[in-house]
């Protein structure tokens, strides 16, 4: 009886408090894909997506990002609003998730890092786990140069020449603590070094490692990126809005000025480029506050750029910094689990 009246008088005072300071929220999804497994938590099974958007569509208001933005710059955001966001550009956003974005009439944007469209190769992550998570046999020693400096990993142990089976750590994320074989350690390791690098730096890893282990260096075609065609696709009939989010996906805060300032203009003009229409939102890579300084927001806004989204959750409301937009980070959530998290969020 006690808590049932603490839970009412809670959602009364958090109803009081939204007419006072009504809130958004900006939702971040990567694919929508159903793969055999997903060490970085990128992927969203196209069922549970379709239940999301059913969710969002029956109990909230889902707005695009642009009208979310200019009802911030008159100072206003329209509570319960849900804005759907979309990081790097992957086909699968084309092939899975727009189909369902049309069937519930639920606009989205999508920031695609243009330097990645009509490439076959897979993007960094997706290639460290393809090198090093899939092979049944691996080089007993892996030894790298990174940037100068030396790294070297074993990788088999020393219990013979078991075959490795990577569907025993299908289940396997980078969340989790322990890693079970010290190819997964490697693979930890790896992202760790690979993330700030440049991408010239980046990609002389990768064929140091291509060349290591045999592989081949064309990716999975389900994993692969966007082509020309397909970004105009994914933006045609004008439900799907698309961003930019830099050329090659780099750490923007650890480069010089002059990179950062080609990889935010020459993403924005790139796409300008490939849709005939102006691109006015971008995406920080990473996103977290370290991942961008205070002459990067500058750099965005100079560009042309209206808004931005980082990597940080929070709900927007009218004091929200429209060039750091926070955003929730979406995992491969059933509905239930879903409502859960977007009901605390709004703290209802
Ligand atoms: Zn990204």
Known sequence: MRLRGTGRLRRAINRFFRRVRPQAVILLYHRVVEVPADPQL???????????????????????????????????????????????????????????????AVPATVFVTAGKIDNRREFWWDELERLLLLPDALPERLELTINGRKYSWTLEGTGGPERFRPERYRYWNITLKDDPTPRHKCYRELCALLRPLTEAARQAVLAELVSLTGADPLGRPEYRPLTTDEVRALAAGGLVTVGAHTLTHPVLAALPAEEQQREIEESKRRLESILGQPVTSFSYPYGAKGDYTPETLAMVRQAGFVCACANFADTVWRGSDPFQLPRFLIRDWDRDEFAEQVRAWFRE
């Open 42 to 104: 990128l992927c969203v099974k196209p069922v549970h997506f379709a239940a999301h958007l059913a969710h969002v569509r029956q109990n909230y208001r889902p707005v695009s990002l642009t009208a979310l933005n200019e009802a911030l710059q008159q100072g206003e955001v329209p509570d319960r609003a849900v804005v759907l966001t979309f990081d790097d550009g992957y086909a699968d956003n084309l092939h899975h998730a727009k189909p369902i974005l049309e069937r519930y």
